[in-house]
């Protein structure tokens, strides 16, 4: 136990992820605020289908 605590005070503590390897990024879409029917409103929501009007006045707005 004293040769884990001098090794601590020499080496200090490292608080890494303990050698995981970083996630690959397999193009899946999480959430369905980003999913292309909920961006153009097209699955039926009201609510949907503003928000997509006023995105794409937002995206015409300086052209």
């Known amino acids: 136990m004293a040769n884990d605590f001098e090794d601590i005070l020499v080496n200090g503590i490292s608080f890494s ?3 995981t390897k970083p ?3 397999d193009g899946k879409v999480k959430t ?3 999913k292309k029917k909920y961006i153009t409103g097209a699955h039926g929501s009201g609510s949907a289908k503003q928000k997509a009007k006023y995105r794409e006045q937002r995206a015409n707005r300086h052209k």
Do not use: T
Request: aromatic letters at 0%; zero cysteines; hydrophobic letters at 10%.
């Open 17 to 19: 992820r303990g050698g």
């Open 23 to 25: 996630k690959q990024d």
């Open 32 to 34: 369905k605020a980003k």
